[in-house]
């Protein structure tokens, strides 16, 4: 392994060396593989309850194999990505981030529309490619490179926000034009977690809360497309349009209380295997998961992305470069968004927004972002342990 | 120092972890609360939902009895047919919209274009209802579109009962006939116990009414497992389990069997032709209804899977009122038919007896008015046996002046079970009027005057009875006093056949009076159709010992030169309506049958309807009675009139000698009286 071409950001390395922060050397070696093993359970999981979800489907009947796929690749660019230092994604990280807007730009131009949004860029031979997916990370990464390269010690002020909002609000903008909402909130709650993890003025952030307060009647106005509003309608009382909107709500919270305690067994849950559930495959992936397997196999799962989320953390806390908190942070809260915010929205607790679940959701991106995500902490945790 | 600064901006990050944390903590905490009230709390709430969608009910449904006639013709059917449906929200669902249309078209050889068409037309309606394409599939079809219906999703083939009433509109106001149930109806049907859903079919109108918990079944059930886009999956096993673990078998309604003669029916049906009226005849010993005609008529089956408009309006719009039941939901002033009523009040209260003499001039002033006999020169002198049979008003003019007031008659009306229903078992049945003072006095605030009392005498006024209570009325004078309640079910029996109930006779009292009283009116019935002067001589049937009573009712008021005048000068709606009772043997009366024919002017129109019907009966069921019929004159055609000739002769055969020892008396009376009087 070789890394002696990349400038490491830190020229004085021996006071990093010493370890002020209080890192173990053997805990980061021992949390990368964790977080490996874990990715591959989470996946196993994946593939197996795909399986299911799609087993009477003959058309569909492939579709864990360009998973299968999709991961191999995965793991290649996990292979990749510890053959370069992520010091390289700072240096990067403003061209990363202009690129792929231009791509989403792209998609809005020439994409490839389905079911009414244009979200995919083709790649010809290759398949389609999201560049919303990428662009979750590519915006981590030109956080982290801002909020490095801008210290501020005192407390970020409002004014100083600006320019970070501005950044996340492009990019987020061009993707609910797709119309792509889920990924546009996971985009943003991203943002918002990253910013306000560095350190805010309190006077700044009561007044940020107090305005997305003021907004939020606005956008619910003017911003939502109509079937949107239709959806928050009867996501506050789903039993209101049983047959349209709110059915999709109603067959999640149905397939996943069936499974009471030890589920229905793997194959005979009876609402993914009688097309029941909507988009079972990709966005309602937990609701068969849960039919299947009850309350024991979600708590498993949700035991499984608890620590995978622990293990992630802790490669953030002991990374020793401001670049490798943030970015190992920022990747984190993307998991962490997507994994809370699909399992609120198929249990009924949030409006339904398209967002996958890591790992367990049918799709080639985010399956490849993910596994990205996942590169990136593990090279974060190896690059550290090898000072 | 920009590296030293690093550090601290790291512990400074580290810090902010302990919110991190506690969001994950919190977060994770929210959705595993949430999993727990899904699956432990409402976790049986919600396996059952998942049951109830992959679980498809398909209604079946049960059968409504049938209806039989007293010999156990059969005249309320089921006939199945089947429709197809298209459910829109499958086949959308499935987005092969157009394959199976052109599929469809294919099988049913129905023109894509016109399926495209009719799906189209109920865009706007909710997806779920389903399109009916085609009505009446036959066999081969069904059986294709069952082969094919996995590639055709959203295609339903639906088996459709039709309530068929085998004798089309003979007995349609009697049977009735049946309706969906409509949703505000729902409520009120189920208050009780939900036994009705929407669309369901219900009695509307006659038997099917009345007796809608008898002719009702209870639906079945069949429970099929489907797909989200209600395609039923094909694995036959599985289905065969849930079928007979959960599924319901429909248990049929029950059978009527009534007292009705569906042969009767249909001689009288045909004997009334074109005309207007309603025609009943009774058992006079039991009460059983043998006839129960009202025309015109209607034919049920157009209802059983919904009327359209347009038939519908015809019917209500028809100024003869196809849809009334004329024999029991309208009434008419009876006429001279009444006399017997009045006849027997006089009798009863001691105002007359048979010897009694009145003059008949032809007419007779009562107060102001000059109150006219149908004969315009009069009777001359003559008493009750003969005023009967020749239908002297005069004389039941004098009789009522006679009696105290018009209550004595309503008294005697309300004996003999007039003025109120008979208790007939179908609805809308309606109790007729008899006027009295007081009855006047409420209802108009006026004393009640002398001629009206002449009037209601003769039939007319106020008086209002209904074919069925004519009926009921004659039975009672015939069969020696006995109150009856008519009735037309006779046994209610299971689908297999299995007694339920049976009905008997029901005898509601009897007519508290002097035999002699009912002997002499029965005298003079019995002189309506025998004596020579008898004003139905000409419509007797020879061989027949029948009794009877013509009448025929003004409708509107006529001045005196009109009221003598061709009543066929009139317009048709004025013009009087022929009544007319008979029933036979006259000894022991095994028939009564009351005809109403509206407008038709004389009662012998109404006569040329009884005939028929009496023969028949006599063929059918006392064949030796029936051979002495003079078949010759049977055969003549629709009213069998005695030839003329043959009249003549008998005219000449008769010696109008003594008053009263040559007319023609039925034996019993002939001991008795004229033993008396020699």
């Known amino acids: 392994m070789t890394y002696s071409s990349i400038e490491s950001p830190e020229p004085q390395s021996d006071s990093s060396h010493q370890a002020p922060v209080g890192f173990v050397e053997e805990d980061l070696k021992k949390s990368h593989w964790i977080l490996l093993i874990l990715e591959f359970i989470l996946f196993g999981i994946g593939?197996?309850?795909?399986?299911?979800?799609?087993?009477?489907?003959?058309?569909?009947?492939?579709?864990?194999?360009?998973?299968?796929?999709?991961?191999?690749?995965?793991?290649?660019?996990?292979?990749?990505?510890?053959?370069?230092?992520?010091?390289?994604?700072?240096?990067w990280a403003y061209f990363l981030y202009f690129s792929n807007l231009i791509l989403l730009g792209l998609v809005l131009l020439v994409g490839k529309a389905s079911l009414g949004a244009k979200r995919w860029l083709s790649l010809g031979p290759l398949g389609n490619m999201q560049p919303s997916e990428f662009m979750k990370i590519s915006m981590v990464i030109c956080l982290a490179k801002y909020f490095e390269s801008d210290p501020n010690l005192q407390g970020y002020r409002l004014k100083d926000l600006l320019l970070p909002g501005f950044l996340c609000a492009l990019p987020a903008f061009l993707i609910k034009l797709q119309p792509d909402t889920g990924t546009a909130l996971i985009l943003l709650l991203t943002c918002a977690s990253m910013i306000l993890f560095m350190k805010v003025q309190k006077r700044t952030l009561l007044l940020l809360t107090f305005s997305v307060f003021i907004a939020l009647p606005f956008i619910y106005q003017f911003a939502l497309e109509p079937y949107q509003k239709q959806r928050i309608i009867s996501f506050a009382n789903p039993q209101a349009d049983s047959k349209r909107s709110g059915y999709n709500a109603i067959q999640s919270m149905i397939a996943i209380g069936s499974g009471q305690i030890f589920g229905k067994g793997y194959g005979q849950g009876t609402q993914s295997q009688l097309r029941f559930l909507p988009e079972h495959h990709t966005d309602f992936i937990f609701s068969v998961f849960s039919e299947e397997h009850g309350?024991?196999?979600?708590?498993?799962?949700?035991?499984?992305?608890?620590?995978?989320?622990?293990?992630?953390?802790?490669?953030?806390?002991?990374?020793?470069?401001?670049?490798?908190?943030?970015?190992?942070?920022?990747?984190?809260?993307?998991?962490?968004?997507?994994?809370?915010?699909?399992?609120?929205m198929v249990m009924g607790l949030l409006p339904i927004v398209g967002v996958p679940l890591p790992f367990l959701s049918y799709g080639g991106s985010a399956l490849l972002t993910s596994c990205l995500g996942v590169a990136i902490l593990t090279n974060i945790a190896r690059k550290k342990s090898m000072f | 120092m920009a590296f030293l600064g690093q550090e601290e901006q790291i512990r400074e990050l580290q810090n902010q972890f302990k919110y991190v944390y506690t969001l994950l903590f919190l977060g994770f905490s929210l959705l595993i609360c949430r999993l727990v009230y899904l699956q432990i709390f409402k976790g049986d709430q919600m396996r059952h939902f998942s049951e109830e969608n992959r679980i498809k009910r398909v209604k079946i449904?049960?059968?409504?009895?049938?209806?039989?006639?007293?010999?156990?013709?059969?005249?309320?059917?089921?006939?199945?047919?089947?429709?197809?449906?298209?459910?829109?929200?499958?086949?959308?669902?499935?987005?092969?919209?157009?394959?199976?249309?052109?599929?469809?078209?294919?099988?049913?050889?129905?023109?894509?274009?016109?399926?495209?068409?009719?799906?189209?037309k109920h865009k706007n309606q909710p997806s779920f209802i389903p399109i009916k394409i085609k009505t009446n599939l036959s066999w081969k079809e069904v059986a294709q579109i069952e082969l094919k219906k996995i590639d055709m999703p959203g295609v339903e083939v639906r088996q459709e009962i039709r309530r068929t009433h085998l004798f089309g509109e003979i007995s349609a106001h009697l049977l009735g006939y049946i309706g969906e149930v409509n949703s505000s109806e729902l409520p009120l049907l189920n208050?009780?116990?939900?036994?009705?859903?929407?669309?369901?079919?219900?009695?509307?109108?006659?038997?099917?009414?009345?007796?809608?918990?008898?002719?009702?079944?209870?639906?079945?059930?069949?429970?099929?497992?489907?797909?989200?886009?209600?395609?039923?999956?094909?694995?036959?096993?599985?289905?065969?389990?849930?079928?007979?673990?959960?599924?319901?078998?429909?248990?049929?309604?029950?059978?009527?069997?009534?007292?009705?003669?569906?042969?009767?029916?249909?001689?009288?049906?045909?004997?009334?032709?074109?005309?207007?009226?309603?025609?009943?005849?009774?058992q006079p010993q039991t009460g059983e209804v043998l006839v129960m005609v009202s025309r015109p008529s209607f034919n049920p089956t157009t209802f059983s899977r919904g009327i359209s408009a347009q038939i519908w309006n015809q019917l209500i719009k028809n100024e003869n009122h196809p849809l009334r039941d004329k024999t029991i939901q309208d009434h008419y002033a009876p006429g001279s038919v009444f006399k017997v009523v009045t006849a027997i009040a006089g009798l009863e209260e001691k105002v007359i007896d048979e010897h009694t003499t009145f003059h008949c001039p032809g007419k007779l002033k009562i107060g102001n008015r000059v109150f006219h006999c149908h004969v315009k020169h009069g009777h001359g002198?003559?008493?009750?046996?003969?005023?009967?049979?020749?239908?002297?008003?005069?004389?039941?003019?004098?009789?009522?002046?006679?009696l105290k007031s018009v209550d004595d008659i309503a008294k005697w009306a309300q004996i003999l079970g007039l003025g109120k229903k008979t208790g007939f078992p179908l609805a809308g049945e309606v109790p007729g009027l008899i006027p009295s003072e007081a009855w006047k006095k409420n209802r108009y605030h006026q004393d009640w005057t002398a001629g009206e009392t002449a009037s209601v005498a003769i039939g007319q006024s106020f008086l209002l009875l209904t074919t069925l209570q004519l009926a009921n009325l004659y039975s009672t004078l015939s069969n020696g006093g006995s109150l009856f309640r008519p009735f037309v079910v006779k046994r209610i029996e299971t689908a297999e056949g299995d007694l339920i109930q049976e009905f008997k006779p029901e005898k509601m009292g009897k007519v508290d009076c002097q035999p002699k009283t009912l002997d002499l009116v029965k005298q003079g019935l019995f002189q309506v159709l025998n004596a020579p002067f008898g004003t139905a001589y000409r419509y007797r049937i020879p061989g027949l010992e029948m009794a009877g009573k013509t009448g025929t009712v003004q409708v509107v008021r006529l001045s005196e030169e009109r009221l003598f005048q061709s009543c066929h000068l009139l317009k048709p709606e004025d013009r009087h309506n022929a009544v007319f009772v008979t029933f036979a043997p006259v000894e022991e009366p095994k028939i009564v049958i009351a005809v109403i024919a509206k407008n038709a002017c004389r009662s012998?129109?109404?006569?040329?309807?009884?005939?028929?019907?009496?023969?028949?009966?006599?063929?059918?069921?006392?064949?030796?009675t029936h051979s002495k019929i003079n078949t010759k004159s049977v055969s003549s055609g629709n009213l069998l009139r005695v030839d003329l000739k043959e009249e003549e002769a008998q005219n000449e055969n008769y010696q109008p000698a003594p008053p009263s020892p040559d007319i023609p008396l039925y034996p019993p009376f002939q001991s008795e009286p004229t033993g008396e009087n020699p």
């Open chain 2, 381 to 402: 002198d003559i008493q009750l046996i003969r005023a009967i049979a020749q239908s002297c008003d005069v004389y039941f003019y004098r009789l009522a002046q006679k």
């Open chain 2, 61 to 120: 449904p049960a059968p409504r009895g049938m209806i039989f006639d007293r010999n156990r013709n059969l005249l309320v059917d089921n006939r199945s047919d089947f429709d197809l449906e298209i459910i829109p929200q499958y086949l959308k669902e499935s987005k092969q919209e157009k394959k199976v249309i052109s599929l469809l078209s294919e099988m049913i050889q129905v023109p894509e274009n016109i399926i495209q068409k009719e799906y189209l």
């Open chain 2, 191 to 282: 208050k009780i116990e939900k036994k009705y859903r929407l669309g369901d079919q219900i009695g509307r109108f006659g038997l099917e009414q009345k007796m809608e918990d008898i002719l009702r079944g209870e639906d079945g059930e069949e429970i099929k497992e489907v797909d989200a886009l209600g395609r039923e999956k094909l694995e036959k096993n599985r289905n065969d389990i849930l079928k007979r673990s959960f599924g319901k078998e429909a248990i049929p309604g029950k059978n009527l069997i009534l007292t009705l003669d569906q042969d009767l029916q249909q001689v009288a049906v045909k004997a009334f032709g074109e005309k207007i009226g309603s025609v009943v005849a009774i």
């Open chain 1, 295 to 344: 309350f024991v196999g979600c708590l498993l799962l949700i035991t499984l992305y608890s620590l995978f989320m622990v293990q992630g953390l802790s490669i953030a806390y002991q990374s020793n470069d401001k670049f490798g908190v943030l970015l190992a942070f920022g990747i984190m809260m993307i998991f962490f968004w997507h994994i809370f915010f699909n399992m609120g």
């Open chain 2, 604 to 624: 012998s129109e109404a006569a040329a309807i009884a005939q028929p019907i009496m023969i028949e009966y006599f063929k059918k069921n006392d064949p030796s």
């Open chain 1, 47 to 91: 593939i197996w309850n795909l399986m299911s979800a799609t087993g009477v489907q003959n058309k569909s009947l492939g579709l864990y194999k360009t998973q299968l796929m999709w991961f191999s690749i995965g793991l290649l660019v996990t292979v990749f990505s510890s053959f370069i230092h992520y010091s390289l994604f700072s240096r």
